[in-house]
């Protein structure tokens, strides 16, 4: 997932995401008394988020699943502690805070249908809440509806890339279906690579019961501070009971 041609044209031409939410979640970790320490970054791409944290004054260890976007990730901020894993893997250090934004823990494969919780992103609950520190924050967001993020095909193009997604939605198993295509010029040839990414639906209720659960409380809304998700996502911003 996130193979070198995709990671490499995520963060050439979609990193829009992470440079908008960036500036508000500092705000966030302001409010919260969170105004230097430790943040780990779970699905931390390219390095975004971590450049601006880092620059922020904030410790970052970043975490991804692909070895591509760590490398990109390492380039770009080398201050901070960049490791190859999974989220449903990933042993986390003490921590102020951790961060999972763009639908990261929409990522984690599971068997069961509909809009409950896999075990696995439970048990990620329970290591975030292990890690972070009384009163620390956990902030992340995912797919509450898959309404209106179909499309037969979409394309778009930089310099030396081109990428095409088709997106289906099964509605039996609450799952999003994203097909991509990308072709990309490295030197006089051009490469051509497809990935297939499969991504869960959850419920605000069932999310809500695992974090609880965890030992969370927890704030939903459609925005990170004055950043609005697009239509169908949920920005949660979860505190670690004293």
Known sequence: MYSSDLAYIHDAGFGDFAERAAPQVIPILRRHGIR???????????GTLARRLV???YSVVGFDISPAMIRLARHKVPEATFRVASLTEARMPGCDAVV??????TYVPARNRG???PPALRAFFSRVHEAVEPGGLFIFDFIESGAGRTFQ?????????????HAELDTREQVLTRRIVTIRRVGR???RAQETHRVRIYSRRAVAEALADAGFTARM??????????AGDVAVIAQRQT
Do not use: F, H, N
Not at 36 to 46: L, M, P, Q, T
């Open 189 to 191: 040839q051009y490469r």
């Open 221 to 230: 809304s459609r925005s990170y501070g004055r950043y609005r998700l697009m």
């Open 100 to 105: 999972a934004i763009g639908e990261v823990v």
């Open 55 to 57: 620059d922020a004054q």
């Open 153 to 165: 095909a979409k394309s778009r193009s930089g310099g030396d890339w081109v990428i095409a997604v």
């Open 115 to 117: 809009t409950g919780l």
């Open 36 to 46: 230097a320490g430790r943040v780990v970054e779970v699905g931390c791409g390219s």
